[in-house]
């Protein structure tokens, strides 16, 4: 990275930073972009260009600790099995995410209060389940839609419970990783229980699969 680069990611973080201290102190609603430019001395004019919204402001970290994990993935070779990628992508994902525990509950507390930064979040996960589901079929060639969208879909449903499991626990909690690895022993074992095929109910279903 040149010095022009270092420089604008430093200004970047320093706007950042303080815009979650303002946040805390204040409330989103409240703090203004020229209250966030005065407090990382830069004007108003340079905050927008890094930042357009409030509400990008405050979700650019977890897309970037998203998209990041899912960008590893697709630079990874086809030596790599897809099972393990998609763990690679979960572990990574999720690292990122514990690296900054506080803006990560920040993010989480403020999207809960808002419906516009939910909104937002919402958007960016379902973009990163698209991309994600269309990495899964490139991989897989002749998968039907529905197999790759589901594991997205499930892999994107794991990565949100699990973080959000941490971040309402209070005190002392088990890592996002071992949450997650908790998680995929509930799957892997069948100890969900999950609907039962169309057009049966439980019991039949039972009796069908003992016949």
């Known amino acids: 990275m040149g010095l ?21 102190d204040h409330g989103f609603g409240r703090t203004t972009v020229e209250q966030i430019a005065a407090a990382a001395e830069v004007g108003p004019s340079t905050l927008y260009r890094y930042y357009p919204t409030k509400e990008r402001l405050v979700l650019e970290f977890v897309e970037l600790c998203l998209f990041t994990a899912l960008d590893e993935m697709r ?3 086809p030596e790599v099995p897809l099972e393990k990628a998609l763990g690679q992508l979960v572990s990574r994902a999720l690292s990122d995410l514990e690296a900054e525990p506080a803006k990560t509950r920040a993010i989480y507390a403020l999207a809960e209060a808002h419906s516009s930064l939910s909104a937002h979040l919402a958007d960016l996960v379902w973009r990163w389940r ?6 899964i079929a490139r991989r897989m060639d002749d998968s039907s839609p529905l197999v790759s969208a589901l594991t997205a879909a499930v892999t994107i449903d794991l990565i949100e419970m699990v973080v959000q499991t941490w971040v309402d626990q209070p005190g002392p909690t088990p890592t996002l990783t071992e949450l997650a690895t908790q998680g995929l022993s509930l799957l892997a074992n069948g100890e969900l229980p999950l609907p039962c095929r169309i057009g049966l109910d439980p019991a039949s279903a039972h009796n069908a699969t003992n016949a």
């Open 75 to 77: 630079a990874s070779g």
């Open 4 to 24: 022009r680069e270092l420089k604008r990611e430093r200004t970047r973080r320093l706007i950042s930073d303080k815009a979650f201290e303002l946040f805390g």
């Open 130 to 135: 698209d991309e994600l589901a269309a990495e």
